[in-house]
Structure formats: C-alpha cells, structure tokens
C-alpha cells in the first residue's frame, strides 16, 4: 500500500431514496444506497484524503438534484473537494443554463456525458454537441470521456478538435479485457495521448475482464500499456467503487497497481496517486 494519503479521482455515491438511477436495475449486487460510511469500511487500510465524485447517470432531469446533494455532502466532509457533474451537452447551447447552474457548487469541476452508453457515438461530432462541450473552459471545467474502447476513436477526434478543452480519459477507455483484445485499443490509446490536453484515469479497468475468472496477469498488460502512453504525470488513481464491487475488493485494486509500480520511484507514485488528480480537476 502507498506510504502517503492518495487521492481518488473516480467515485460514485448512490443515495436511492431521494434519486432515481434506472441502470441500477441490472446490477442487484450494488442496487442500494452507498455513502461514505460504506466508502470508509471499504478502502481497508488504504488512506485516502481526498474524493472526487463522478455523476452515477441518475434519472433524466435529476442532474442538478445530484450535484446539489454532493455540495451537502462535501460541507460535511471536507475529502470531497471535486466532483464530475452531468450535463445534457446534446442541448448544444442551451446547457448553458444547466452549466451556470452547475458553478454555483464549488465542488464542480468538471462534466461528464456518458458516452458508453450508445453504439454510434457519432453524434458527440455533431455542431451542437460540440458547440456545448467548447463551452466548457469559460466555466474552468474538465470533460470525462467515459467510452469503451470502440468509441476512442471518437474521443481521439474529440481532442483533436476541442484542443481548449481539458479532457480526462476514464476506465483507460474500457479495452475488451474479457476477450484478450489489444487492437485497435493498443494503437488507439497511443494516438490519443499524443494530445497535451488529455489525461487518463487508471479506473474501472477490472471490471472489464470477466468478472468471474479474472487474474492480474490478465489486467496489468493493459495498466502498463497505459503508463507507457501517458507517463505518470498524466495518469491518476481511481477507484470506481462501488461498480467495482463487481469484481474485486477496494485494497486489492491498489495491491494490484503497487505491483505493475515496484520499482517506480516516489515521485511517480506520488504524480500517480495525488498529483495528476490535483492538477487535472484544480483541486483544493
């Protein structure tokens, strides 16, 4: 385990008496409320000092319900000093509204619109979406690229086209673990990291092998792939808990991650573990 507190850029918080998150319906091991206290028991022995929430895909409309109830959550404990908001960038101009909103809670520091969620995701290089994503540097905000992996090629034009834009490459963009794929994901991930403005968020990376039979050996070619194209300074922890529950244990996540960084010197792991995160989301 790390020596030092580490910063964890990816979780997510469910509170299902007072939001409503449809998708939860097809994952029962995880269909119930999860707060901090649960969040505490489960990262063991790993300290970590500060949390950036990432927006569960909550119901239609529910958004900013979201948003305001992190803000609550983050007066009461001070770890959570970012969070990744939704907002419905298909709007193109008019989420303007929606993001004037979203910088009234001083934990927003950037959006999220999941992309992952539909096969063609082609209309992310439509005008309108484009138009609302350019709007988000006049709010200082960041933009996750959630894709699997056969959307990189999307997020690879995105970057491209967008260069004022911070993004933040979750999940190393969901490689096709579970059936041994490297290619295109491999050659993908090397071209869009070749992009200054993009970072990558070492997350939710097990959960897309099989979630029965997967073994470190089959996860870690995927993780140093990921070193090896965005460098430490440009790589952060995360945890993606609890969809991580799925498949593993908070600690041995980490566990996992010390191994492929033995040898790896404590600036590296302190870039990995905390800085990235800090710069990227202009933490406090």
Not at 48 to 58: H, L, N, S
Not at 118 to 124: E, I, K, R, T
Not at 202 to 213: F, K, L, N
Request: aromatic share 10%; net charge negative.
């Amino acid at each position: 385990m790390p020596h030092f507190p580490i910063v964890d850029s990816h979780v997510h918080l469910f509170d299902i008496d007072h939001l409503r998150y449809d998708w939860l319906s097809a994952a029962p091991q995880i269909n119930r409320t999860h707060g901090l206290k649960e969040y505490n028991e489960a990262c063991g022995q790993v300290v970590v000092d500060k949390i950036v929430f990432a927006e569960v895909d909550v119901a239609a409309g529910q958004h900013l319900d979201e948003a305001r109830w992190v803000q609550s959550l983050a007066e009461s404990d001070g770890r959570i000093c970012g969070s990744v908001a939704h907002a419905p960038l298909t709007k193109g101009a008019a989420v303007e509204v929606d993001l004037e909103k979203l910088k009234e809670y001083p934990t927003v520091k950037g959006i999220r619109h999941l992309m992952q969620t539909q096969m063609d995701q082609g209309y992310c290089l439509e005008p309108g979406f484009l138009t609302a994503l350019n709007l988000l540097p006049k709010y200082d905000f960041s933009f996750d690229l959630c894709v699997k992996h056969w959307g990189l090629t999307f997020a690879i034009e995105l970057a491209r086209r967008c260069p004022d834009v911070r993004f933040v490459l979750d999940h190393i963009g969901k490689p096709g673990i579970k059936h041994g794929l490297f290619e295109p994901w491999r050659q993908q991930l090397r071209e869009l990291a070749k992009f200054p403005n993009v970072t990558c968020k070492v997350s939710g990376v097990i959960t897309e092998a099989d979630h029965r039979s997967w073994s470190a050996e089959q996860i870690k070619p995927y993780v140093d792939h990921t070193f090896a194209c965005f460098g430490f300074k440009r790589a952060m922890y995360g945890s993606d808990w609890p969809v991580s529950v799925l498949t593993h244990d908070y600690p041995q996540w980490v566990q996992l991650l010390d191994e492929v960084l033995a040898g790896c010197s404590d600036e590296e792991q302190q870039d990995f573990y905390r800085n990235t995160a800090i710069e990227a989301y202009k933490l406090a």
